[in-house]
Structures are given as C-alpha cells and as structure tokens.
C-alpha cells in the first residue's frame, strides 16, 4: 500500500494559479495510476485528472479541460497537478489517488486531502 502525501494548497484569487504535489512511498509504481479528485462542499467527489505512471499518459475532467495540467516526476515519486486560470467553482478539498490498473480508485491509495478556496 502506498503512502501519499498532498501539499500546495491554500487561498488564491479568481484567476490566479496553484500547484498541488503529491508525493508517494511504499510501493513500486510500474503498473500503478494516480489520479487527483476533489470534492466541494455538497457535491460529490469527482475525479478530474489521472495519470499512468508507466506511460505517462493522462485524462482530464470536462470541467478542468485546458486550464489544469497532471504531471509526474518519476525520480521523485510525486505527482503535479497545476492549476491555471482557477474559478471559484474550483474551490474544494483536493485529494491525490492511487490504484493498480484494473482495479478501482476506491480501493486504491488516498491522501488525506488538501484545501483549495478560490476567492477574492
């Protein structure tokens, strides 16, 4: 079981930019996928971008489409997710996910989650 770790959260204007971490451990990464999920308040969680670390290979959220990027730094062991051009829409609790390929995220690795409020 990995161990993930989100960073990079916080307060930004309408329009403004962030970028969250999320450093792993604990396991190999070969076969592994890492997605960043959020979830604002009275809404579901929703997954917004994913990444496959063997690949590199990523999808995107309609929602988030063209102003959110996912990234991967294999050295490091740590996903990116920069976010540009943020809304107040965006704001919401950010988590960082982990699954094998072929088995679901809610089975997978979680972060404990990180605030991200857009507000002037």
């Known amino acids: 079981q990995a161990h993930l770790v989100e960073s990079g959260g916080g307060l930004v204007q309408p329009g403004g930019s962030l970028r969250l971490s999320c450093a792993a451990s604990g396991r190999t990464f070969g076969n592994y996928g890492m997605g960043w999920f959020r979830q604002a308040p009275g809404k579901e969680r929703e997954l917004i971008a994913n990444?496959?670390?063997?690949?590199?290979?990523?999808h995107y959220a309609d929602s988030v489409k063209g102003r959110f990027t996912i990234s991967r730094d294999n050295g490091k062991n740590t996903v990116y997710l920069q976010m540009n051009s943020l809304k107040p829409e965006d704001t919401a609790i950010y988590y960082c996910?982990?699954?094998?390929?072929?088995?679901?995220?809610?089975?997978?690795?979680w972060g404990q989650g990180i605030q991200v409020t857009v507000s002037s």
């Open positions: 990444i496959w670390w063997s690949t590199g290979s990523s």
């Open positions: 996910a982990g699954t094998i390929a072929g088995r679901t995220w809610e089975s997978g690795d």
